[in-house]
């Protein structure tokens, strides 16, 4: 009777030895082999159907058009790829924001896509370059006043230094992967930016700690904002959850189900999150479920996690979807969590605050902020490679490396089971469906970036 439970079992723990052998040999590797080669090779070789969870009647919303109010100056927002990470999103959200402040953008990037596109068609200028065919005169050609640099590809940073224009260098992650080149290249760009935006205290530390130390201080906090949204009334978020419950094949009516938003990639610690919910799910009675949702940009880290929970007595307590609806997975939810080895400013996490939902979130860039806005619900527990500021990418190998086992794995489980002790209580007595936490908003971030780049542009003003 047991024999195909304990089969599969034993298949999980193969899976996850096997997938740990490989992620670990990945870690080896330097960076630019593992993004260029190594995923490109796996996402060919190891892919499969997940499930995913798709956009509940009414939940998808409409790109808002760029303001038409007269600009006072042109921006250039000089970016990579549109349609790859939570930049875009930040990007985005500038490109349709700042004519409200007198800021016309335009957007400079590598390649095309449909991000780009729905930028053009909400009336904003989009000038797409291919790849090695980036000039200094892509940037002239936008006609700016000021250059703000998103993370850009070194020949696009210099392109922007080259223009003569005023620079806003804008700062979204610990770049851990970064070579002595690269931070020669950020050195130079930081010498010529008016001022250099980091999305939260750890960024601009991580950051300040790699320059010389009589470098000018020119950085200046602008945490990420997301859009303010009204409470979901308790009849969405019953039809969510049934949507959900019916896309992971389990009833979750009654269960504490934990929202994790997230690529499939070892900067998100996938496998970690994973083995960790696995040890809360033990230590307590509570219905824990654990639904992770994202691309796998990396299919080994994700085949390493669903050995992990292929392994588990609990295995059908974690769901491992694809790609999804984020507001549709937030609305189902009850609490998220994110074990990232690094972050600058957790997106997905700052749209779950402003769903209503509890934080469970490792010590990563924005996560003491976005825990400061609920701290009677929310909790940050420490980063499984120690310091937030000085994570490497030795130390997130070497925590990969022990996925099974890391040194904030009891802190975790701890803070899951005391949240959903909460969750439980609030439904008890009848509080479910806690109102949204407002923080710095949309408009706020906008507003700071678009000050911060008429200053640079009209310095005498």
């Not at 806003?168 to 690269?182: D, G, K």
């Not at 949204?229 to 049934?242: K, M």
């Not at 402003?354 to 934080?359: D, I, N, T």
């Not at 929310?378 to 070497?398: F, K, L």
Request: charged content about 20%; hydrophobic content about 45%.
């Amino acid at each position: 009777m047991t024999t195909g439970p304990f089969r599969g079992r034993v298949g999980g723990a193969m899976s996850a030895f096997m997938f740990g052998i490989m992620a670990d040999a990945t870690s080896l590797l330097p960076p630019k082999w593992r993004y260029a080669y190594v995923h490109p090779i796996t996402r060919k070789l190891l892919p499969r159907q997940l499930g995913v969870v798709g956009a509940s009647s009414g939940a998808a919303l409409s790109t808002p058009r760029a303001a038409g109010q007269p600009a006072s100056i042109i921006c250039a927002i000089v970016t990579d790829k549109l349609d790859v990470g939570g930049i875009g999103s930040v990007v985005e959200t500038l490109a349709i924001g700042l004519s409200e402040f007198g800021v016309r953008p335009v957007i400079v990037c590598q390649g095309d896509g449909a991000r780009a596109q729905r930028l053009r068609d909400a009336g904003v200028r989009v000038i797409s370059v291919a790849d090695g065919t980036i000039e200094t005169s892509a940037v002239i050609d936008a006609g700016a006043d000021v250059v703000q640099v998103h993370s850009a590809p070194p020949v696009l940073e210099q392109a922007a230094i080259d223009s003569g224009l005023p620079v806003v260098a804008v700062l979204h992650n610990t770049e851990i992967h970064y070579s002595r080149r690269q931070w020669i290249g950020f050195a130079a760009l930081y010498s010529h930016a008016s001022s250099a935006i980091a999305v939260s205290h750890v960024v601009r530390e991580f950051h300040r700690h790699r320059l010389s130390p009589s470098s000018e201080d020119r950085f200046v906090v602008i945490p990420n904002g997301s859009p303010n949204r009204p409470l979901v009334n308790e009849a969405a978020r019953r039809a969510a959850r049934v949507g959900l419950s019916e896309t992971v094949g389990q009833d979750l009516t009654d269960a504490v189900v934990f929202i994790c938003l997230a690529r499939y990639d070892a900067q998100k610690n996938i496998a970690g999150t994973v083995s960790s919910f696995l040890r809360a799910v033990d230590s307590t009675d509570l219905p824990l479920h654990l639904v992770i949702a994202g691309d796998p940009s990396d299919w080994v880290e994700l085949r390493r996690a669903d050995g992990i929970r292929r392994r588990s007595r609990h295995r059908d307590r974690v769901h491992l979807l694809g790609q999804s609806d984020a507001r549709s997975l937030l609305d189902a939810g009850d609490g998220f969590v994110l074990d990232s080895f690094f972050e600058g400013w957790p997106v997905a996490a700052t749209e779950a605050l402003e769903a209503g939902l509890p934080l469970v979130l490792s010590d990563v860039g924005g996560a003491v902020e976005l825990v400061g806005r609920d701290p009677a619900r929310s909790i940050v527990v420490p980063n499984a490679t120690g310091p937030a500021v000085e994570v490497t990418d030795s130390r997130v190998g070497w925590a990969r490396w022990r996925s099974g086992r890391q040194p904030n794995a009891k802190h975790l489980a701890t803070a899951i089971v005391r949240v959903a002790e909460r969750v439980v209580l609030d439904r008890e007595s009848g509080r479910a469906g806690v109102p949204p936490i407002h923080g710095p908003g949309v408009r706020e971030m906008v507003r700071a970036h678009a000050e911060l780049l008429l200053r640079a542009a009209r310095p005498d003003a």
